[in-house]
């Protein structure tokens, strides 16, 4: 399989996994998106010198993975294609916020390294509860309760399109590709000389090709918004569950529990 | 159920892609549109939809006449399945892709569950159900594109080559499905085996003119008409293999 087919492959891997059939898959897709932004909003409020307020937060993804069944070297795949961005962030609090914060056993910890590690971890932290929600929940079923939580339809409905329109790009230049490779064997990948052709041409088919979906979508009544669905009110469980992840969110954020913790032990 | 009269396209570029075309369509009646590559099957169905600009002419089916302000009237009464089913799967399963329309009718979530259901077990592809349309074999894909259509209940079905990248059973399969559906039809189609099995008529297209109409039978066999229109006997009746 080529690299572009391996990468169209993976592009629907969180979604497949959404089709599951576990207790959190079956939940209010609402329920879901409030816990998620809830989760974010904690984690993210948390302060940048507090790296270890973040701890008790990662109960939530370990947690919500095991009762999905959802495999974690796929998810941690995905996060680690953001960690570069976090890392590159961090490392210019370590340059420049080079004062000492904190000194553990005789070891001097600047504030720079500290928010460092606190920008990863939230970044890992906002990017897996995000990974999570598209893993449990359709994008249609999310793009609906954006709309239900009154984001403008056009921007749910770009969103979705977007998505699906990577696939048909991706499907453009895996063709496109291949037609290459097999007229160049002793090349690996596009030459830089074909470059400006080969980017020329997959313009044109891809509009082409979005032409082509677009009519067959206007022949079935679409009439520029994709229509939401799951309008459903939310049940005793959806409640029960939102209510319990917030009001853990809420613990988790209010108070210091591994300074607590760790007070605890000191006067064992 | 369709009227076509004096039809003519013109692509921006000038090319004339369909002159003057006339065409009838009964209810309940099943016609192929045959014709050599460039001939104008697959643009006179899109002008009848209104995805291609016509320059001249008129269309009505089923009573609405294609006009700008009918255009969404006409669609929902007249479903066409495209030649290649990955434009027009495009939603994360055949589920999705099946209620698109009923959705986009503004149905009620529990009756688009219902028809997606109904037609699926109609065609025989309850199994497709929640599958991903990009994961599916090409027999598949062209089921799920017809089941797509159907939901929308339409009165007239426009198939732009059904059977084209089909192996031989897929082939055949789609052949049977389309038998037994009892819409009015236009099928535009090289394949013309699957056209002598399905259609009772035939329209043959040259150039963007209709050469011929008359029964399946009696035309696609007429060896010379088909030299005239650039296509050869079916291959049931001793055609080139």
């Known amino acids: 399989m080529s690299k572009i087919s391996n990468a169209m492959a993976e592009l629907y891997t969180v979604e497949q996994l959404a089709a599951k059939d576990t207790g959190v898959h079956k939940l209010h897709p609402m329920a879901k998106l409030l816990t998620t932004i809830v989760f974010i909003v904690a984690a993210v409020s948390c302060g940048r010198y507090e790296p270890l307020r973040l701890v008790p937060f990662v109960f939530y993804p370990v947690l919500l993975m095991a009762a999905a069944e959802l495999p974690y070297r796929p998810l941690l795949k995905r996060v680690a294609l953001a960690l570069p961005f976090a890392l590159l962030a961090g490392v210019s609090n370590l340059i420049f916020d080079s ?98 052709q080969f980017a020329g041409q997959l313009l044109i088919r891809s509009v082409d090709r979005a032409e082509r979906v677009y009519s067959a979508m206007k022949l079935r009544g679409y009439s520029g918004l994709v229509p939401g669905h799951n309008s459903a009110p939310m049940k005793g469980k959806d409640w029960a569950y939102l209510a319990l992840i917030a009001a853990a969110l809420a613990v988790f954020r209010i108070f210091d529990i591994p300074s607590a913790l760790g007070g605890l032990f000191g006067s064992i | 159920m369709i009227e076509v009269r004096e039809l003519t396209v013109t692509y921006p570029d000038g090319t004339r892609a369909l002159e003057n075309v006339f065409l009838s369509v009964e209810e309940g009646e099943r016609v192929a549109l045959v014709g050599a590559n460039g001939a104008g ?154 056209a002598l099995d399905v259609c009772e008529r035939v329209v043959v297209l040259r150039e963007g003119r209709v050469l011929a109409d008359g029964p399946a039978r009696d035309l696609l066999t007429d060896g010379e008409l088909m030299e005239a229109a650039g296509l050869e006997l079916p291959l049931c009746l001793g055609g080139k293999t």
């Open chain 2, 41 to 194: 099957k697959s643009t006179l169905l899109m002008a009848m939809v209104g995805v291609c600009a016509k320059s001249a002419g008129s269309v009505t089916i089923a009573g609405i006449e294609l006009t700008k302000k009918n255009l969404p009237t006409l669609r929902a009464h007249a479903g066409m399945v495209l030649q290649n089913p990955d434009d027009q799967l495009f939603c994360a399963t055949v589920f999705d892709d099946v209620a698109f329309g009923p959705r986009n009718l503004g149905m009620d979530e529990k009756d688009v569950a219902k028809r997606v259901d109904s037609v699926l077990a109609d065609l025989g592809a309850e199994k497709l159900r929640d599958r991903m349309p990009h994961r599916l074999s090409g027999g598949e894909k062209r089921v799920a594109a017809i089941a797509s259509v159907l939901s929308m209940r339409p009165s007239v079905m426009l198939f732009d080559e059904p059977t084209s990248f089909l192996d031989p059973r897929a082939r055949r399969h789609v052949a049977e499905l389309l038998s037994c559906l009892p819409h009015t039809m236009l099928i535009a189609t090289h394949d013309l085996d699957m």
């Open chain 1, 99 to 196: 004062g000492t914060a904190l000194v553990v056993l005789g070891v001097s910890i600047s504030g720079g390294t500290l928010s460092f590690v606190t920008v990863v971890l939230k970044t890992y932290l906002c990017v897996m509860a995000l990974l999570i929600l598209t893993a449990t929940t359709t994008l249609a079923d999310i793009s609906a309760q954006l709309v239900r939580l009154k984001v403008p339809v056009i921007m749910t409905t770009v969103l979705t399109m977007t998505y699906r329109y990577i696939a048909t790009l991706l499907d453009e230049v895996s063709s496109m590709s291949a037609a290459y490779a097999l007229r160049s064997p002793n090349t690996r990948g596009v030459r830089m000389r074909h470059m400006g």
